[in-house]
C-alpha cells in the first residue's frame, strides 16, 4: 500500500498533537500539513512549523501533495473541509463532534461526491459498546428502561457527547425494528412525572480530564444491566482517526464508518 498523506485539520490542538505524534511511529503515512486557525500565518512562515510539517491558516492555502484529510477541530470548520475536499475529489475523516443536524445533512451529501468517513466516535471499544447495545435491546425488549451517561473533562463544550449521541441512535434504531417508537430526555431537572416507557434518557457530567466514559444503564424489575467504556488515554481515538484514514484513501466515494473499517481489518 503506497503511504498516505494526511492533511491534519485542528493540528495544533490536544488530539492534533496526538495524532502527529502517532503518525511518526507508523510507516504507512505521514502527515503532509496541518491547518489550525489558530496559528498566525502572518507572522509566522508556515514551512517553520511548531511541528514538524507546514501549518496553514486555511486549508485552501495547502500547497503539499496530500490524499486525505482528517478533521479534529471544531464544527464551524466544516464547511471549508467540505468545499476543499469536493474540488481536490480528497476523501474526509471526520472525526470532530457538536454537529447540528443541519451540518450532519451536509456531511451525508457530500458522501454522494467524495469517500466520508463519520464516527461519533473512533474507538473499537466504543463500537463494539455500539453492537452490545443493540443485542442488549433486542434481548431485554421493553421490560427494562434505558439510561446514557456520558462523562467527560471540564474543557468539552457540547453536551450531550457525540458518542453519547451515537450510542442512543443505536439503541432508538433498534427498538424501531419491532415497532417501538422512542425519545430522548435530557436530564430530568424540569420533568415532574413519572418516566415513560417511551423515553432514553441522556446526562452528561463534566469535570476534572476525564477522557471518556459513556454508560448505557438497562433498569429492570429488580435488575440493573450496565454496559459500559472508559478511555484511558485520548490515543484511542487518535489510532481510530489514523486507521480510518489510511483506510478511506483506497476506498470510493460513499458514507463510512467504524463498522466498515473493522471489516476491512
Do not use: W
Amino acid at each position: 500500500m503506497s503511504d498516505t498523506n494526511i492533511a491534519l485539520s485542528g493540528c495544533l490542538g490536544r488530539m492534533g498533537g496526538v495524532i502527529s505524534g502517532l503518525v511518526k511511529s507508523r510507516n504507512d503515512c505521514r502527515v503532509a500539513a496541518g491547518i489550525d486557525p489558530s496559528f498566525a500565518s502572518e507572522s509566522v512562515d508556515s514551512s517553520n512549523s511548531v511541528r514538524d510539517f507546514p501549518v496553514y491558516n486555511r486549508i485552501f492555502d495547502i500547497n503539499e501533495r496530500v490524499n486525505v484529510v482528517i478533521d479534529f477541530s471544531h464544527p464551524s470548520a466544516l464547511p471549508d473541509l467540505l468545499t476543499y475536499c469536493k474540488t481536490k475529489n480528497l476523501p474526509l475523516v471526520i472525526s470532530t463532534t457538536g454537529y447540528s443536524a443541519e451540518q450532519v445533512g451536509e456531511i451525508k451529501s457530500a458522501a454522494s461526491q467524495i469517500p466520508v468517513f463519520f464516527s461519533g466516535n473512533m474507538s473499537l471499544g466504543i463500537n463494539l459498546l455500539q453492537d452490545l447495545a443493540r443485542r442488549a435491546v433486542r434481548v431485554l425488549g421493553e421490560q427494562f428502561d434505558v439510561e446514557i451517561i456520558e462523562k467527560h473533562h471540564n474543557l468539552k463544550k457540547d453536551s450531550p457527547s457525540g458518542t453519547a449521541h451515537m450510542l442512543a441512535e443505536s439503541v432508538k434504531e433498534e427498538y424501531a425494528k419491532s415497532g417501538k417508537s422512542k425519545q430522548y430526555i435530557y436530564d430530568r431537572h424540569n420533568v415532574l412525572k413519572a418516566r415513560g416507557k417511551n423515553e432514553i434518557g441522556l446526562h452528561s457530567v463534566r469535570g476534572g480530564t476525564i477522557v471518556g466514559e459513556h454508560e448505557i444503564v438497562f433498569a429492570g424489575h429488580d435488575e440493573v444491566i450496565t454496559l459500559s467504556h472508559s478511555a484511558l488515554s485520548k490515543e484511542v481515538f487518535a489510532v481510530g482517526a489514523i486507521n480510518a484514514a489510511v483506510f478511506l484513501k483506497e476506498q470510493e466515494k460513499g458514507l463510512y464508518d467504524m463498522s466498515d473499517l473493522l471489516k476491512s481489518m
